[in-house]
């Protein structure tokens, strides 16, 4: 049972254009969370989807940023017309019953965007 | 206010040394809450979850405890290594709900 799958792992991008992270949840995992974490900083929420519904984008930019989960296929984190800002880790989390008591809760590797 | 407050923000200890990291959080109802050790430039990899009924849990050297009357956890890392540097980061379940609280991490440098 693979774990959270996540790629590209790094990503350079000259600003302007547009980055696509991809993210894979575990087997049988239907929620799924972004985060961003800067260098030397903690991971912020950004967004928490299901399949084919974003429930919370509260941590998300209104402008450039959108967030999909597809019935099939990986979760996609966009992020149009990037500026050196943008710059950051970029971590998947996935979970199968959040609010669970016994609820799992695994990371990918995170995906590394460098915006030159 | 941020929900889930860790301290110290870092600190650094001797190989073979003995340390506690603390979390105080404010979630209630809270579902379950996770200690996540996080290399640099790694993803968080989980170390303990506890309920709240759990007062304690082990992974090897780490000890996780819990007292949901306070508020308080705290991580417990036993005879130090040097691949034990790293960030702990620990996170609190909202019951019921998707929502997570994240402390801000607590930073450990362990050296020879």
Known sequence: ?116 | KNQVEQSPQSLIILEGKNCTLQCNYTVSPFSNLRWYKQDTGRGPVSLTIMTFSENTKSNGRYTATLDADTKQSSLHITASQLSDSASYICVVSHFNDYKLSFGAGTTVTVRA
């Open chain 1, 1 to 116: 049972n693979a774990g959270v799958m996540q790629n590209p792992r790094h990503l350079v991008r000259r600003r302007g254009q547009e980055a696509r992270l991809r993210c894979s949840p575990m087997k049988g995992h239907s929620h799924v969370y972004w985060y961003r974490q800067l260098p030397e900083e903690g991971l912020k929420f950004m967004v928490y989807l299901q399949k084919e519904n974003i429930i919370d984008e509260s941590g998300m930019p209104k402008e450039r940023f959108s967030a999909e989960f597809p019935k099939e296929g990986p979760s996609i984190l966009r992020i149009q017309q990037v500026v050196r800002g943008d710059s950051a880790a970029y971590f998947c989390a996935s979970s199968p019953s959040p609010g669970s008591p016994t609820g799992e809760l695994f990371f990918g590797e995170g995906s590394r965007l460098t915006v030159l």
